[in-house]
């Protein structure tokens, strides 16, 4: 299966913009939905955005549309999430992982390490 290492978090000021990354190694990637989730402190993870596997349809969290973009490069097996306007309440670990793309169930049992996102005001 498939494994994935997010990356490109950081500290940013309000208004400041990041983009993460989500690559994927040793298995399919391109055949599978993929998803962005987050969990900020004292928090569940919840969902952010997901992207197709062809990258045609494009869902996001009420939370974040129109600020975030999900989009991926399936020849370097790879999913991105830009992130602009950032507010101190996206502050979180970001996480990726394939998911089913109607109810956005992972795939993976595993999740990875994810990548910190700190938003500062």
């Known amino acids: 299966q498939v494994e994935l290492v997010e990356s490109g978090g950081g500290l940013v000021q309000a208004g400041g913009s990041l983009r993460l990354s989500c690559a994927g190694s040793?298995?399919?990637?391109?055949?599978?939905?993929m998803g962005w989730f987050r969990q900020g402190p004292g928090k569940e993870r919840e969902f952010v955005a997901a992207?197709?596997?062809?990258?045609?349809?494009?869902r996001y969290a009420d939370s974040v549309k129109g600020r975030f973009t999900i989009s991926r490069n399936n020849a370097k097996a790879t999913v991105y999430l830009q992130m602009n306007s950032l507010k101190p309440e996206d502050t979180a670990v970001y996480y990726c992982?394939?998911?089913?793309?109607?109810?956005?169930?992972?795939?993976?049992?595993?999740w990875g390490q994810g990548t910190q996102v700190t938003v500062s005001s």
């Open positions: 992982n394939a998911i089913t793309y109607n109810d956005y169930r992972p795939v993976k049992d595993s």
């Open positions: 040793g298995g399919p990637f391109s055949s599978y939905a």
């Open positions: 992207i197709t596997w062809g990258g045609g349809s494009t």
